[in-house]
């Protein structure tokens, strides 16, 4: 039995040695394969934590910040780049011509969505936020119009304006102005609980309860755009941290390495 076994062997020595050859040739290829992989993301680290710091994090946070806002920004990468401001540690390491690291920013950017098959869902959920927004602006100029009439046509208003000291630091068609130009905010802030300040302060809040019964539809409207610019602002954030996660798992990067070095929110990093 053992002799028969022996003999098969034998025979079939070149089949066996073939069979061994391609085993450890599919072994060597697959870590091979392992090691450029891994090559490859040791190069590709530092300029995937550049682009967290850079943009990911700053436009998540730019996110964040539009949620506590009365009114919105357009998103629009490009743009918002050249509005924001480098971090003052970051100053003595940053040593590449800004203009041009804001295109390479947008173009890595875009380019990483597209390796991640994020790319149209990102493209979609700034569209909708983008239309929305834009939708929420326009019902800001109607309610700009029905103030503007209502203010007009209130025997209140010149009353007001001539009985406290708004004539001191107004003329009659800035305090109307501003009464207009800041209604929404000051809505708000009743909402809130907080003062009255620039010049409703002056008209106080029986006026500011008159306008709102006079545009009430219309606030309603612009209450309603504001919830669903806020859920998209918080879809957009949601998919930026998928993103975020992915690239600290696949690049084994640590939080400290994730900390932003430029602010989007402010004066722009390219000014001198």
Request: charged share 35%; proline share 2%; aromatic share 12%.
């Amino acid at each position: 039995m053992v002799e028969d076994i022996i003999e098969i062997i034998n025979r079939n020595a070149g089949f066996f040695s073939f069979i061994a050859s391609v085993v450890m040739a599919m072994i060597v290829y697959y870590f091979n394969r392992k090691m450029l992989q891994l090559d490859k993301k040791d190069r590709e680290r530092p300029r995937i934590i550049e682009l967290l710091r850079f943009c990911v994090i700053p436009l998540r946070e730019w996110l964040d910040y539009q949620k506590s806002k009365y009114d919105f920004e357009e998103l629009d990468l490009g743009k918002l780049l050249k509005t924001g401001k480098l971090k003052t540690e970051t100053l003595g390491i940053f040593e590449r011509p800004l203009r041009l690291y804001q295109e390479l920013l947008t173009t890595d950017f875009n380019s990483l969505l597209e390796r991640l098959r994020y790319k149209s869902e990102w493209d979609r959920k700034v569209q909708d936020y983008n239309k929305l927004k834009s939708d929420f602006d326009q019902k800001k100029k109607v309610l700009t119009e029905k103030l503007e009439k209502f203010l007009d046509e209130s025997p209140d208003v010149k009353r007001i304006y001539y009985e406290t000291k708004a004539s001191e630091i107004y003329s009659f068609e800035s305090f109307k102005r501003d009464l207009v130009d800041s209604f929404y905010d000051e809505y708000r802030h009743s909402l809130l609980g907080i003062e009255l300040g620039g010049a409703w302060s002056f008209a106080g809040r029986q006026l500011l309860d008159q306008a709102k019964s006079n545009v009430e539809p219309i606030i309603e409207e612009i209450e309603e755009l504001r919830g669903k610019i806020n859920n998209a602002l918080e879809s957009l954030a949601s998919l930026l941290e998928r993103i975020r996660k992915r690239l600290e798992k696949e690049y084994n990067i640590t939080l400290s390495e994730q900390a932003p070095l430029i602010s989007i929110i402010g004066e722009s990093f390219l000014r001198k």
